[in-house]
């Protein structure tokens, strides 16, 4: 799940790694991604542990109120160096992010991903069935075509070229015994039943790189 809605996405404002807080859309959101996930027997909850992905993770949560929820920096969006803090318009100016030695090089980003998520396969033994985990855009979005391109994961036909990942989308894979996952959805919002008008931007998203592991 991504986050909800933060003023500075709502602003066109560069996050990666600032604390920024959930507006009252996205409380909203995450209000009805909890409703759509109540049902779900939860067996496990991570979060990252900046305050927008922790407080979607807590509302999420309230329906389960046995599972505790792990806050793990593992899961956060990409730090971003000197674009943080800035607006788009002022981001297209600025050094380029692969310049900047501030920011969490791609490499490192995409290393920080698949480490996080061979440490979810290793969490995932017996009697493990579902799985909670609130992130950020770029993570997600990193995380998942990483996996794809790295054979890792198969997906359909049907999520290339639809990699937007909005507030409080729902991203479902299924992972086998074996390790080998399945993407089954990306970005999925029709639980917002069109209510809210979703960002269709994501300023802290950068253009995906293969990095070279």
């Known amino acids: 799940i991504r986050h909800g809605e933060t003023e500075a996405n709502r602003q066109e404002i560069v996050q990666g790694q600032l604390d920024t807080e959930l507006n009252d859309a996205g ?4 209000e009805m991604v909890a409703a759509a996930l109540k049902e779900i027997p939860f067996d ?26 792990s806050h793990q920096a593992g899961l956060r969006e990409r730090n971003l160096g000197v674009l943080q803090g800035k607006t788009y318009t002022q981001k297209r100016s600025a050094v380029n ?5 501030t920011a969490e090089s791609a490499d490192v980003f995409t290393k920080r991903a698949l480490h996080w998520w061979d440490g979810l396969i290793a969490d995932c033994g ?45 991203t479902t894979i299924d992972i086998e015994k074996d390790g080998t996952a399945r993407l089954v959805r990306y970005g999925d919002i029709s639980h917002l039943d069109g209510k809210f008008k979703v960002i269709d931007s994501n300023v802290d998203v950068q253009p995906y790189i293969a990095a070279e592991l």
């Open 44 to 69: 496990l909850a991570y979060t990252s542990d900046l305050s927008r992905a922790a407080k979607t993770a807590a509302m999420i949560m309230a329906h389960h109120p046995r599972v505790p929820i």
């Open 97 to 101: 992010i692969n310049s900047d030695p």
């Open 27 to 30: 409380i909203g959101q995450a």
């Open 126 to 170: 017996s009697g493990v069935e579902n799985v909670l985990v609130v992130s950020h855009g770029g993570f997600i979005s990193t995380l998942v075509k990483t996996l794809l391109a790295r054979g890792k994961m198969t997906g359909s036909e049907d999520h290339k070229g639809l990699w937007k990942c909005w507030n409080c989308s729902v």
